[in-house]
């Protein structure tokens, strides 16, 4: 049978955007050699033209360097077809990336979706606020027991309050009455030195002028306590 109806030959894949994109670049370039080495034709031409003379050898010149430049522009034609192909194809292959990129966003935004939903089922709102009421309950139960904790034992509770105003303002009448006379309360005034020397009944000193020896010139007056002072020796030239 297959010798007969022979065997069904695989196709070959499509080929590619960019495969396309790279075949039509690769002849654009060899287009564009071509119109360089042209080029090149024509400007020998040209200096031939300025060289020659009118006449027949001029005017064939002329008729070569016009054969030259319609090959050109043929050549030009082609490059700009090639060109045109080639952005085609690129708007193409940006159209498509462009697709793949929607494609895979929105099978992102499916699956998040789909994820959300799931853990949505798992938490509600009802359980949300009684966990915050539970939460105010206990917080209240909290500063009970602190301050149940922080209670002082030696304080009576039969304590009258506007007892304890009258005694406060009392204290700072009494305050007040001591810094009148000199601004300052009685418990931040210097205390008052006692005179030791009237009760153990000491005699008083001397102050009296110590009699001055005979014969001494350079006498010097007594000091402050009574006492003489020394003598300062006197140099003689």
């Known amino acids: 049978m297959k010798r007969v109806f022979g065997v069904k030959k695989d196709k070959e894949p499509p080929p590619s955007i960019?495969?396309?994109?790279?075949?039509?670049n690769k002849r654009g370039?060899?287009?564009?050699d071509k119109i360089k080495k042209l080029d090149v034709e024509l400007s020998r031409y040209k200096e031939q033209i300025k060289k020659t003379r009118p006449g027949p050898?001029?005017?064939?010149v002329k008729a070569r360097a016009m054969r030259v430049l319609k090959q050109k522009r043929m050549y030009e034609g082609?490059?700009?077809?090639?060109?045109?192909?080639?952005f085609?194809?690129?708007q193409v292959a940006f159209a498509s990336e462009g697709i793949k990129d929607a494609q895979q966003t929105m099978s992102a935004l499916?699956?998040?979706n789909k994820e959300l939903k799931g853990m949505m089922k798992t938490v509600r709102i009802q359980d949300i606020?009684?966990?915050?009421?539970?939460?105010m309950d206990l917080m209240d139960v909290s500063n009970e027991i602190q301050e149940t904790l922080g209670r002082s034992y030696n304080v009576p509770d039969?304590?009258?309050?506007?007892?304890?105003?009258?005694?406060?303002d009392a204290l700072e009448a009494d305050m007040g009455f001591e810094t009148e006379a000199d601004g300052v309360p009685s418990y931040l005034q210097p205390d008052k030195e006692s005179d030791f020397e009237g009760e153990l009944n000491l005699p008083a000193a001397p102050i009296g002028h110590a009699a001055v020896p005979a014969g001494r010139n350079n006498a010097q007056a007594e000091d402050e306590l009574g006492l003489p002072a020394v003598p300062r020796a006197s140099l003689r030239g």
Do not use: C, F, H, W
């Not at 050898?57 to 064939?60: D, G, L, S, V």
């Not at 039969?158 to 406060?168: F, K, R």
């Open 18 to 24: 960019q495969d396309a994109s790279d075949r039509i």
């Open 29 to 32: 370039e060899s287009v564009d």
């Open 57 to 60: 050898a001029q005017e064939a």
């Open 78 to 86: 082609q490059r700009d077809m090639l060109y045109n192909q080639t």
């Open 88 to 90: 085609n194809l690129d």
């Open 110 to 112: 499916k699956s998040a």
């Open 129 to 135: 606020d009684n966990l915050q009421d539970e939460m």
């Open 158 to 168: 039969d304590i009258d309050e506007d007892e304890l105003l009258g005694e406060l």
